[in-house]
């Protein structure tokens, strides 16, 4: 049972709770030294006395509900420090879900249903841009729906990743050996060329890609802002479609989304209650299906890029355990300069840094990192997640690569 069905059903008071990580606090505080917003926000109690602490308290009464529970990111860097496996990051959200304000939010609606919003813009996307570029603009939305006027939104393509893959779906047939990929709303809507990258790296190491029959967003925005029955239905469909594509012969489901991969494998069943049990061990991030592929031999030709990178490694993935496998990728790109980044959390946290009242808390959470880079002297930054890509672009003078472009970067023609 997730985390959520267990607070609603114990109606708070009951002591129904059955998942009782909370109770595994040691008291040690490994994970308020750890919390990034801690750090910077004098006012936020920090993961111990909001998670554990604040549970217990909430259980008796739902009126000890602390309103700072809303600065938590859900970066999970308290989870990754706890020696007792205490899941204070879901238990935070579950509370801010279960106990705080249910209010229809206009602006929550339009951070979280990126779905939508994608399909919206279909057709109209340079126009968009445009708009979402302009002062006034950005002033109403300031204004009018408290997202901070200072965020720069991420572009819209003009042709979707699905459309684009219409022109290589054919030519897949031709592998042995095929996977599907879980693009999620990122790829199709913003960085198709990304999917496009993922398509000519797997065709080079003689692997087909296929897509979904249908894929909806993993739900990691729809969490954050207080629509878990909504992620719950897209976790069920998506859940769904994995489980079709591996008995239509896929070797395994991709995600080039660190906090995609995440949801997916990790958090549909503790966080969502959803049993991915069937198809859990068959999705992957990325990096970690080609570390084990670089591994057992099946490298694709490459010739040298002559780059210094610098690498942030996002916090899902620190999460997920999966850092090394994206290092073990990118050694093995001949002629990169790789330098690993003393990475800190880069604050923006999905859907959190656009919203006025954490847009400060956001750019202080990162500056840390935002100096080392601009320090490192590296001609780009390269990470796995999307919207860390978006804060470090917004936040310094360098582009940022995924490791799948500077792979094909690599490809020999
Ligand atoms: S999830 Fe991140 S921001 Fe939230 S309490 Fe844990 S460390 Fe702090
Ligand atoms: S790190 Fe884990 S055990 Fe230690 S105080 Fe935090 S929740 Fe408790």
Redesign the pocket.
């Known amino acids: 049972m997730s985390l959520f069905a267990i607070l609603k059903s114990s109606g708070t008071q009951s002591g129904r709770l059955t998942d009782r990580s909370f109770d595994q606090c040691l008291k040690c505080t490994a994970?308020s030294s750890?919390?990034?917003?801690?750090a910077v926000r004098p006012d936020y109690p920090?993961?111990k006395q909001?998670?554990p602490d604040g549970e217990r308290l909430r259980l008796k009464s739902p009126d000890f509900l602390d309103e700072a529970l809303k600065y938590?990111?859900?970066?999970?860097?308290?989870?990754v420090a706890c020696p007792s496996n205490v899941r204070?990051?879901d238990i935070?959200a579950a509370a801010r879900t279960t106990y705080g304000d249910q209010k229809f939010k206009v602006r929550e609606f339009m951070l979280s249903h990126t779905d939508l919003m994608g399909t919206l813009t279909r057709g109209s996307a340079p126009l968009v841009n445009k708009m979402t570029g302009l002062k006034p603009v950005k002033l109403l939305l300031d204004k009018g729906l408290g997202v901070d006027q200072r965020r720069q939104f991420p572009p819209y393509a003009k042709t979707s990743f699905r459309k684009q893959f219409e022109t290589v779906a054919g030519s897949q047939q031709q592998y042995a050996r095929q996977i599907s990929y879980f693009h999620g709303c990122s790829v199709n809507y913003n960085m198709p060329e990304l999917g496009m990258d993922l398509v000519r790296v797997l065709n080079a190491m003689n692997i087909g890609v296929r897509l979904l029959k249908k894929e909806k967003c993993c739900g990691v925005p729809l969490v954050a802002n207080g629509f878990p029955d909504k992620a719950r239905k897209n976790g069920t469909l998506n859940i769904a479609s994995f489980e079709q594509a591996m008995t239509e012969g896929s070797e395994g489901i991709l995600s080039t989304s660190s906090s995609c991969a995440l949801m997916l494998k990790d958090e549909y069943p503790h966080v969502l209650g959803l049993d991915n049990s069937k198809v859990q061990s068959n999705i992957s991030f990325i990096t970690r299906f080609l570390a084990h592929e670089f591994e057992a031999g099946n490298k694709p030709k490459m010739k040298p890029v002559n780059l210094k990178v610098a690498y942030h490694s996002p916090c899902h993935l620190i999460k997920a355990g999966g850092v090394l496998h994206t290092l073990n990728v990118l050694w093995e790109i001949p002629g990169l300069e790789l330098q690993q980044l003393n990475s800190n959390?880069c604050g923006i946290a999905g859907t959190y840094g656009f919203k006025k009242e954490n847009y400060e808390t956001a750019q202080a959470i990162g500056s840390p990192l935002f100096k080392q880079i601009e320090e490192s002297g590296a001609d780009y930054v390269v990470t796995d997640c999307e919207t860390c890509k978006m804060q470090v672009e917004m936040s310094t003078s360098k582009k940022v690569l995924h490791p799948l472009e500077l792979l094909r970067m690599a490809l020999v023609d």
Do not use: H, W
């Not at 750890?34 to 801690?38: D, K, N």
């Open positions: 994970c750890q919390c990034p917003v801690a920090g993961p909001c998670g938590c990111t859900g970066c999970k860097r308290c989870e204070i990051s935070i959390c």
